[in-house]
């Protein structure tokens, strides 16, 4: 397909959030991608930086090591403050806003953690979990709300077992890591969310170094290569990034299945499809549907412009799972979908840790649900459905279903 380059570069536009229809990005953003690869965004602190959109511009930025994911650095695309990132300072530990070295440093450390053997290992676990809420549902009858019954629970209890984390306090994490992903929410309300969850989880780390356990967090006590604030921090990410998103994709992959019965069919019958429909799920869905974004530490030459030092550029991985440069019918959902490389978890350094884990919860739990309640549908039309355009993570807020 020929690529016009219409718009000039200094008209600097704003980052969309509303949807013209719930499961497609906003349409703004397939626009700007066919106009050109890079436009000026403005920020709503006032910076004038970069969007990008196209699949290989959006992979090229984030495997630039010239562009930094400092929290200091980077401008906020979207949100009540416009520095709100800088003024919730994070925690040593939280390795996600760290460049390499630092970043290496901690990666290091738990990538053996996150392997796709290890991760397998889970698959019965995770199973059982599954089961035990698909019944407890059926037990409390129709109608349910899947993200309260099932989405959320899941990857919470997942998480919390391999961490070591108390599922007990489930509410005051799940609360907290909310308040953190609002768009909303301002940045005091933030600051108080993540002192809260930081101080929890500092105490339970002093916890396991009395009383070790078999978990993560007591094996990364025991390695003595963190301090216990380190490892509180590193509890937070994998706290937060490890349930809310799963979450969604469980939740918002339920509702778009359930708008598309024939595939939905082919999700419940054929184990095959599993694995296919979680890959184009993530792919068609992208749930992370802001940013993220970078910062050029140096002057960088991209795609015909001179992007500056201090610039910060966001990527929208929304759009680059849709570019038709790389994908045949990019707005279609095709669960039968050959695997194909894909932007939802990210791409280079930061690329998702927690991604074989969340595909695993994903291939068990949506076909165990459909399969536990073959007559599975909304309980509400799909227009009364709340969606979450007002949080950092897309999905559903609530999920009305019966059957
Ligand atoms: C990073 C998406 C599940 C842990 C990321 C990034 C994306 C992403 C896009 C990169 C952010 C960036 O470049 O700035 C997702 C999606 C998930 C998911 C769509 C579910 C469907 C999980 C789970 C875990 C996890 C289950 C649990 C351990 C992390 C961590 C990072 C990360 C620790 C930071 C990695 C680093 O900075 O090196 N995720 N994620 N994620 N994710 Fe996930």
């Not at 991608?33 to 930086?49: C, I, K, N, T, V």
């Amino acid at each position: 397909m020929t690529r016009t380059t219409r718009r000039p570069t200094a008209e600097a536009v704003t980052f969309p959030t509303a949807r013209q229809r719930p499961l497609d990005p906003p349409d703004e953003l397939g626009r700007w991608r066919q106009e050109a690869p890079l436009l000026r965004l403005a920020y709503p602190d006032g910076h004038l930086g970069w969007l990008a959109t196209r699949f290989s511009t959006v992979r090229a930025v984030l495997a630039d090591p010239r562009f930094s994911n400092r929290a200091e650095l980077t401008h906020v695309p979207v949100g009540r403050s416009a520095r709100e990132l800088s003024l919730l300072r994070f925690p040593p530990g939280m390795f996600l806003r760290m460049d390499p070295p630092e970043h290496t440093r901690y990666r290091r450390l738990l990538t053996g953690q996150f392997t796709v053997r290890r991760m397998r290992l889970l698959e019965p676990r995770i199973a059982r979990i599954a089961a035990g809420l698909l019944e407890e549902m059926a037990a409390a009858g129709p109608p349910a709300d899947l993200v309260r019954a099932y989405a959320l629970p899941i990857p919470s209890l997942v998480i919390c077992e391999l961490l070591g984390v108390p599922y007990r306090d489930h509410e005051r994490f799940q609360r907290d890591s909310a308040t953190l992903l609002s768009l909303e929410r301002g940045p005091e309300e933030k600051l108080v969310a993540l002192d809260g969850l930081i101080a929890y989880l500092a105490d339970l780390v002093r916890h396991k170094r009395d009383e070790p356990g078999d978990d993560l967090l007591s094996g990364l006590v025991a390695s003595g290569g963190l301090t216990e604030e380190e490892i509180a921090g590193v509890a937070s990410l994998l706290l937060i990034a490890g349930h809310e998103t799963t979450a969604n994709m469980i939740a918002l992959g339920a509702f778009t299945l359930l708008q598309h019965p024939d595939q939905l069919a082919a999700v419940r019958d054929d184990p095959e499809t599993a694995g296919t429909a979680a890959e184009e799920l993530l792919r068609y869905l992208t749930i992370v549907h802001i940013g993220p974004t970078r910062t050029a530490l140096e002057d960088v030459e991209l795609e015909g412009h001179t992007i500056r030092a201090g610039e910060t550029v966001t990527v929208s991985l929304s759009a680059a799972n849709r570019d038709p440069e790389w994908f045949d019918r990019p707005d279609e959902l095709d669960v039968r979908r050959p695997p194909a490389p894909h932007l939802a978890f990210g791409h280079g350094v930061h690329q998702c840790l927690g991604q074989q884990l969340a595909r695993i919860e994903l291939r068990i739990a949506l076909p165990a649900l459909l399969r536990r309640f073959p007559d599975l549908r909304l309980a509400v039309t799909p227009g009364e459905v709340p969606m979450r355009t007002d949080m950092n993570i897309y999905g559903v807020h609530r999920l009305p279903v019966t059957w």
